[in-house]
């Protein structure tokens, strides 16, 4: 976008929400994200869910207390929306646009090992907040678009 990457220009929007640290999941894909903590999912293969266990495996291994989760392909994500999301102290948030939930969200620590356990396929987190009643829904439509990036790489 404008000559950014879109894994930079998430990682940048991210930096300017307040976010720290930045952890990038990479799979298919293997370079260099300045201002990012590269992780590999070597089970890329599997689906989103794979990439989702891969990340929170690896901020097990920090002191990290919540994770902000989001797509790199989300060309209207924002630093203010997501700030919206990290400044909120729910256990479990998600960003809606105009009442449809979307990306970022966000877990606390105690729900990354049940997340962990059922994030499969492409699904990621879906499941574990469809079925929770305690998901704080911030509206961010005014400041982001929630609108993705899907194509075929050939």
């Not at 492409?122 to 005014?142: C, F, M, N, P, Q």
Request: hydrophobic content about 40%; charged content about 20%.
């Amino acid at each position: 976008m404008g000559g950014e990457r879109l894994v930079d220009r998430s990682v940048r929007i991210l930096q300017e929400s307040g976010c720290a640290p930045i952890v990038v999941v990479l799979g298919a894909w293997i370079g260099e994200v300045p201002g990012a903590i590269p992780v590999i999912n070597s089970h890329w293969q599997e689906g989103m869910g794979s990439s989702l266990r891969t990340g929170l495996d690896y901020l097990l291994t920090t002191s990290a207390t919540s994770a902000l989760i989001t797509l790199v392909d989300l060309p209207g994500l924002t630093a203010v929306g997501c700030a919206r999301i990290v400044r909120s102290r729910a256990g479990v948030v998600a960003a809606t646009f105009q009442g449809e939930r979307g990306h970022p969200v966000k877990f606390n620590r105690e729900h990354w090992a049940e997340i962990i356990e059922i994030a499969h396929g492409d699904e990621g987190a879906r499941t574990y907040l469809r079925d929770r009643e305690d998901v704080e829904l911030i509206e961010i439509a005014d400041v982001a678009s929630g609108a993705d990036l899907d194509y075929n790489i050939s």
